[in-house]
């Protein structure tokens, strides 16, 4: 079974997004997603400063096996990326939600409601 | 329902990821892919391939009836057990299948086929059988399991498991086999490092299984499977040829023996009418990604496309194999197209790795 915080917020795609205190968010894949994609090799993180758009592709992760897309869960401006997990993408297989990849300021602090919790992602994680 | 191989309880009790390969339930990986890759380049690790068919065939027409089918030659083959590697082509010259098959006697080989292909495989060969009317019988041989154990301490560890197959093996050179009692022992493999290739009765298959484990031989997955023989420069049937493509153009034209010249062989008269187009080349990234299957790639003298590509764990970089224009050799720079951007790449000559030391 893998492992899905009571305390964070999730996307059908498969990302947590963790609400800050200054409510910027971090954004991660899930432990389901790491266990589904097998060992990380690559990651492409978006520059801070850039806009984003909810539902936009706007980093890549890289398996030894596959490519996939990682989604915005809200619009917002990247404030920042983790350069340490670009260092070492084995980082997201070892701790997924250590293993943050990019915060954002989002652009409507009420665009959060549409996110699932944790329940929400469990059901999505077990289709 | 996807097929399972004799195996297939021992990768579910063991938590195996697993995954639909070829219609058959397979296991991608038991963990972690790339520890199971180093165990195979350091120490040892199995395979489960019985989802790929062994196929006997026996009868007075043998040689002859194999001389015609593919496009190596059995007919070099002199040595009890010893193997050949061959395509076998459609009369358009392309490629049907690659297989392995071991001469016992020049009345008795055995044929091991990819799994994706059997079906049509032995549809084809019967269809050549009936067509030029040779005294042969084929016999699919599902009731075998086959289990590869690969790396630099595989043999060790197969006969400290197995101490009964070690007097048979001990002397098998590399590309032969032997039997011992219901169990063939090949020294051949899909990894580029020594190790042997097991055949023996679905029924002992679990035993043989668990006592290679308690001997330490790390169980491997088929993710594992690919970047090994990425990284050996070996294709992958429906991924680096298949029915559509010449050898010539696939890397293989040195499986394809034209020195009798009074032999014919299905597809020859294509192979002889149109040389090869394509050559086959490493790349490996020099920008950071991941090369993946049917990436464009730029040189100095024509388009290309890469055909293989993964993350390779031995050189921590991304390879990948190219079919490229002719004139492009190794060692030049070129260009790849990775989601719309040009990453810049390095070719090379194949194999990036072979026993456990890096080549490139």
């Excluded at chain 1, 978006?46 to 990682?70: F, H, L, Q, T, Y």
């Excluded at chain 2, 098959?101 to 059997?118: D, L």
């Excluded at chain 2, 991304?318 to 790449?345: H, K, T, Y």
């Amino acid at each position: 079974m893998s492992n899905i915080p009571a305390d964070l917020k999730y996307t059908k795609s498969h990302e947590w997004i963790r609400v800050e205190a200054d409510g910027t968010l971090t954004i991660g894949v899930t432990d389901h997603a790491q266990e589904a994609l097998g060992d990380v090799v690559y990651l492409e993180l978006p520059d801070a400063g850039r806009k984003i758009a909810a539902n936009e592709a706007c980093a890549v992760i890289e398996s030894v096996k596959a490519a996939s897309d990682i989604y915005a869960p809200v619009a917002g401006e990247v404030v920042e990326s983790n350069q340490a997990a670009v260092d070492a993408p084995e980082s997201v297989n070892a701790d997924a939600y250590a293993a943050w990849l990019f915060k954002i300021k989002p652009d409507n602090a009420s665009d959060l409601a549409g996110l699932l919790d944790a329940a929400g992602y469990e059901a999505v994680a077990n289709a | 329902m996807p097929k399972q191989t004799p195996l297939h309880a021992n990768h579910v009790a063991a938590a195996a990821r697993m995954v639909d390969f070829a219609g058959w339930d397979m296991p991608v990986n038991y963990g972690s892919q790339i520890e199971e890759h180093h165990a195979v380049r350091r120490d040892a690790g199995m395979f489960d391939v019985s989802h790929m068919l062994a196929l006997d065939l026996d009868g007075p027409d043998a040689t002859s009836w194999l001389r015609g089918l593919l496009a190596n030659d059995v007919a070099k083959l002199k040595q009890a057990g010893k193997a050949l590697y061959s395509c076998m082509l459609n009369p358009d010259g392309g490629v049907i299948d690659d297989l392995i098959v071991y001469f016992f006697t020049p009345n008795s080989y055995r044929i091991v086929v990819n799994a994706g292909t059997a079906d049509k495989d032995v549809a084809w060969m019967r269809q050549r059988i009936a067509a030029t009317g040779a005294n042969v019988t084929l016999n699919s041989r599902r009731d075998l399991a086959m289990i590869a154990v690969q790396g630099p301490n595989a043999r060790a560890k197969t006969w400290q498991a197995l101490p009964g197959s070690r007097a048979a093996s001990e002397a098998l050179t590399v590309f032969s086999a032997a039997n011992a009692g219901d169990l063939m022992i090949a020294r051949t493999g899909y990894t580029g490092e020594d190790g042997f290739e097991l055949t023996l009765p679905a029924e002992r298959a679990e035993a043989v299984w668990n006592a290679l484990a308690t001997a330490g031989v790390k169980p491997c997955g088929l993710g594992a499977r690919d970047t090994l023989r990425l990284e050996a420069g070996m294709n992958l049937y429906g991924q680096d040829m298949d029915d559509s493509i010449s050898p010539l153009d696939a890397g293989l034209a040195w499986t394809v023996d034209l020195k009798d010249e009074t032999r014919d062989f299905v597809g020859k008269s294509a192979l002889l009418a149109n040389p090869a187009a394509r050559k086959v080349l490493g790349l490996i990234l020099e920008d950071k990604g991941v090369l993946r299957s049917h990436m464009a790639v730029f040189t100095a003298n024509g388009e290309g496309e890469t055909t293989s590509g993964s993350f390779s764990p031995s050189l921590e970089k991304s390879i990948a194999f190219a079919r490229l224009p002719l004139d492009v050799e190794a060692g030049e720079q070129v260009e790849v197209d990775i989601r719309g951007r040009r990453l810049r790449a390095r070719t090379v000559k194949l194999p990036f790795v072979r026993n456990g030391k890096a080549l490139v």
